[in-house]
């Protein structure tokens, strides 16, 4: 049996999953890789750590040289997390030759390109499927599975914290906090929650999914985000009523050329596949022209499951015709070029949830200031409890528009006097 | 730009798919597989069939020989069906050195080892995700991204036809005959639509899923196998009763080197991901050691879900390593010796429905006769409905219970005076 020599940067929670798989999955991973996958160095902050998984002390290491000076290793694994010196440290890897396999979302969403270029320039394999989804594998889905299809739209529930957050509110009518608290509880949240409810987290995903499946550069900073704090229980309530649920959506969708990025909250019918992701699973929702309908559902996170891609990723190096030993050119590096729509030109449904006063005339000075704006309602609930004395809730749900005529027609509902607050703004998809 | 030459064998559902695709997504095929794909011949049958694609005529053919011995054809495509001449073609091209791209099920589950040792015999490269459950690349799910994972269990809806009579069935409360009927006038069933009704279809599949999810080869008569004929409006009822559905599940399981390898209806809890696959939509989900849970959605048939399939495994030729124009070995040829279960080692709770005597002691007689067989009760209905004026239905579930126990009691039970008639057994997964 033939060996490889690889390294990991980082033993945290996904590091703790490769080391455990590599060891209990030995057997199987000989078998379909024909190496013997040994763990010469780990890298990590902290030597003295309490860890609780075995590993010898002797490979773990706070010298990162000690992995870039050691030709006999071929294959650096990037578990470490943030910006500098993981950056750095991959490209120096690169240099030598190692073959890199990252789980880093956050630096392939934010610089992502150089590390591209520099694998196609040294010949080296850079592998990020754990970066999105955790198990899942929808990297490797479309950039080898459905490589005939022209991919039209894509959907994804790609941050496990915030679907919990919402299955909770949704099916046990908690609100936001108390939801928040209980993912914080059961360590799906972080203490400084800000990346995932604020929907961060899924726009760096969203950035390295929709690159691949348009063939093209998208920076997450072209991705539209909103995040989930703003969703109220009464939201979830006129969302059944409707029969719809709330879902935190990654959304890209591609016409002429043009592309669609966004990460909002997003109401979704009932029936859909998506709407039946529950807690903190992921799933990932796909219109191929050849393939049509096609979903991913699994593990977003944590330690195996992540640990999971990161091993196959391993694996692939280890299979593909590339050259352990020797140098061998690897290159796919085809990209098209797209122009990204502005959120301004992107069109949804919309429910609209506002406060007005509870008098005779406010609907028809509402929807005076929406026609005008090509704004036509689909349902108008107007029942709503009363907040106060003297007023009411009021729900809007529109036909499709445009974000533009939108944001002009609320500036002015807003001003109107009738109209105490907009309450909320939520889109709706329909998938149509 | 490099141009490599292809034939198809077979221009029916498929190959239209397939000669559609590579038209409409030549520029995406081109970037992605750095090949312009020219389609040199098709064979079919009949070269006047009017059909329904633009097809050059002079590139179809009848005779096998035009694409055999033309060595500038360099991938064959088998789309043509049945179990000869279709193995013989494919082994011809094999030995011509020609990578093969096929889509036949019946004969991979049947013959699939010969092909398989041809084509790592002569260095060639054999894909065929098209084969299981149509545009979902499960295949390539299994045997690239999963590959760190020992897979622990496998439950697939892949057979689209009797998910959608099931649906109906479910949905519409429609009876087996008129839920066929439906389903052959919106072209899901075939006229003669015994290999999707009886499992036959499935059986193929799992056989195929189970070789590469264990590493094995699976005939498929190691595959227990039984239809959806039998489901009864009643069952359905009773199913919804105990907040289940019924699916007809491949299912597949391993434990300790041996594994259990079914076809049959399976009723399953209505939460579950898998009981909420509609229509004549496909499912597989799969528990990793790794991975966790993981499920892949989508359609299972049909010209272009297929064709993505078939299309992505040539551009999957095209981007290996393998060099098109000159030999290069490619073997991965590792296997397990596995045990295969009987379906009588095989563990269950159960679903029962019989006739019986309206009159005391009955359930007693039944629950003695059940309990000497080691089989416990988890709950029972007895106010069914009046079959006649001294008959009366009665429903019994079981805990978990050996195959071999439950058909020992059950034959006992049926020769009780009390008992006029086992009506139907279905097994129930919980996924626990
Ligand atoms: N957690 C998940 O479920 C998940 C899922 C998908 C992707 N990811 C991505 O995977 C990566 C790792 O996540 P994680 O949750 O495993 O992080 P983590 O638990 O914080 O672990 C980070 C590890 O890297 C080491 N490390 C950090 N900075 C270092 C430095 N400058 N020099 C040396 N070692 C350093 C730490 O060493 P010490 O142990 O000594 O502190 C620790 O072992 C991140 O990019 C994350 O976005 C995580
Ligand atoms: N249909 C699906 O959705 C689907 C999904 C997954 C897998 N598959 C598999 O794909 C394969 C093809 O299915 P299909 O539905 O496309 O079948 P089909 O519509 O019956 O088409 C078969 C084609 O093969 C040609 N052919 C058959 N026998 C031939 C022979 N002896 N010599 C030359 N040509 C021959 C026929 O020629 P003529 O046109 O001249 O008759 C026809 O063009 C089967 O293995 C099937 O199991 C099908």
Same mark, same amino acid.
């Given at each position: 049996?033939?060996?490889?020599?690889?390294?990991?940067?980082?033993?945290?929670?996904?590091?703790?999953?490769?080391?455990?798989?590599?060891?209990?999955?030995?057997?199987?991973?000989?078998?379909?890789?024909?190496?013997?996958?040994?763990?010469?160095?780990?890298?990590?902050?902290?030597?003295?750590?309490?860890?609780?998984?075995?590993?010898?002390?002797?490979?773990?290491?706070?010298? &990162?040289?000690?992995?870039?000076?050691?030709?006999?290793?071929?294959?650096?694994?990037?578990?470490?997390?943030?910006?500098?010196?993981?950056?750095?440290?991959?490209?120096?890897?690169?240099?030598?030759?190692? @073959?890199?396999?990252?789980?880093?979302?956050?630096?392939?969403?934010?610089?992502?390109?150089?590390? &591209?270029?520099?694998?196609?320039?040294?010949?080296?394999?850079?592998?990020?499927?754990?970066?999105?989804?955790?198990?899942?594998?929808?990297?490797?889905?479309?950039?080898?599975?459905? !490589?005939?299809?022209?991919?039209?739209?894509?959907?994804?529930?790609?941050?496990?914290?915030?679907?919990?957050?919402?299955?909770?509110?949704?099916?046990?009518?908690?609100? &936001?906090?108390?939801?928040?608290?209980?993912?914080?509880?059961?360590?799906?949240?972080?203490?400084?929650?800000?990346?995932?409810?604020?929907?961060?987290?899924?726009?760096?995903?969203?950035?390295?999914?929709?690159?691949?499946? &348009?063939?093209?550069?998208?920076?997450?900073?072209?991705?539209?985000?909103?995040?989930?704090?703003?969703?109220?229980?009464?939201?979830?309530?006129?969302?059944?009523?409707?029969?719809?649920?709330?879902?935190?959506?990654?959304?890209?969708?591609?016409?002429?050329?043009?592309?669609?990025?966004?990460?909002?909250?997003?109401?979704?019918?009932?029936?859909?596949?998506?709407?039946?992701?529950?807690?903190?699973?992921? +799933?990932?929702?796909?219109?191929?022209?050849?393939?049509?309908?096609?979903?991913?559902?699994?593990?977003?996170?944590?330690?195996?499951?992540?640990?999971?891609?990161?091993?196959?990723?391993?694996?692939?190096?280890?299979?593909?015709?590339?050259?352990?030993?020797?140098?061998?050119?690897?290159?796919?590096?085809?990209?098209?070029?797209?122009?990204?729509?502005?959120?301004?030109?992107?069109?949804?449904?919309?429910?609209?949830?506002?406060?007005?006063?509870?008098?005779?005339?406010?609907?028809?000075?509402?929807?005076?200031?929406?026609?005008? @704006?090509?704004?036509?309602?689909?349902?108008?609930?107007?029942?709503?409890?009363?907040?106060?004395?003297?007023?009411?809730?009021?729900?809007?749900?529109? @036909?499709? !528009?445009?974000?533009?005529?939108?944001?002009? +027609?609320?500036?002015?509902?807003?001003?109107?006097?009738?109209?105490?607050?907009?309450?909320?703004?939520?889109?709706?998809?329909?998938?149509?």
């Amino acid at each position: 049996m033939k060996k490889v020599r690889i390294a990991l940067m980082g033993l945290g929670n996904v590091g703790k999953g490769v080391w455990m798989i590599l060891n209990s999955n030995k057997k199987e991973i000989m078998k379909r890789s024909g190496y013997e996958v040994e763990v010469a160095k780990i890298l990590v902050r902290d030597k003295n750590k309490p860890r609780d998984v075995e590993v010898p002390g002797e490979i773990i290491t706070t010298n &990162f040289n000690d992995i870039l000076e050691d030709d006999s290793i071929k294959i650096v694994v990037e578990v470490m997390g943030g910006l500098e010196p993981a950056r750095e440290y991959m490209l120096k890897c690169m240099d030598r030759k190692k @073959h890199i396999v990252t789980a880093n979302k956050m630096l392939l969403a934010t610089g992502g390109d150089e590390l &591209f270029e520099k694998a196609d320039s040294m010949g080296v394999m850079f592998n990020y499927e754990a970066s999105v989804a955790g198990g899942i594998p929808i990297i490797n889905g479309i950039d080898e599975s459905l !490589t005939a299809n022209k991919i039209e739209e894509l959907y994804g529930i790609v941050n496990g914290t915030t679907n919990y957050i919402l299955t909770k509110m949704q099916l046990d009518g908690l609100n &936001f906090d108390i939801a928040l608290k209980q993912a914080q509880d059961k360590g799906y949240a972080e203490a400084d929650p800000t990346s995932d409810i604020e929907g961060f987290d899924a726009q760096y995903k969203l950035a390295i999914l929709s690159s691949l499946a &348009f063939g093209t550069k998208i920076n997450v900073n072209n991705v539209y985000r909103e995040g989930i704090t703003k969703i109220k229980s009464v939201d979830m309530k006129y969302a059944k009523k409707f029969n719809l649920v709330i879902k935190l959506l990654a959304i890209a969708k591609e016409s002429d050329g043009e592309l669609e990025l966004k990460v909002h909250p997003t109401m979704i019918p009932k029936e859909h596949p998506l709407a039946n992701v529950y807690d903190s699973f992921n +799933a990932i929702f796909i219109k191929g022209n050849a393939v049509g309908d096609l979903m991913f559902y699994g593990r977003g996170a944590g330690s195996l499951p992540t640990g999971s891609a990161v091993v196959s990723d391993i694996i692939a190096i280890l299979r593909s015709n590339v050259d352990i030993e020797n140098d061998n050119p690897v290159v796919k590096n085809n990209l098209w070029h797209r122009k990204i729509k502005n959120i301004e030109e992107s069109q949804s449904k919309f429910y609209i949830r506002a406060t007005v006063l509870d008098q005779p005339g406010v609907l028809a000075e509402i929807t005076t200031v929406l026609g005008r @704006h090509n704004v036509s309602l689909r349902s108008v609930i107007q029942r709503g409890s009363k907040n106060s004395e003297c007023e009411v809730m009021i729900v809007l749900v529109t @036909h499709k !528009t445009m974000e533009a005529d939108i944001n002009a +027609a609320i500036k002015e509902i807003t001003n109107l006097k009738c109209v105490d607050k907009i309450e909320n703004i939520i889109r709706i998809e329909d998938f149509k």
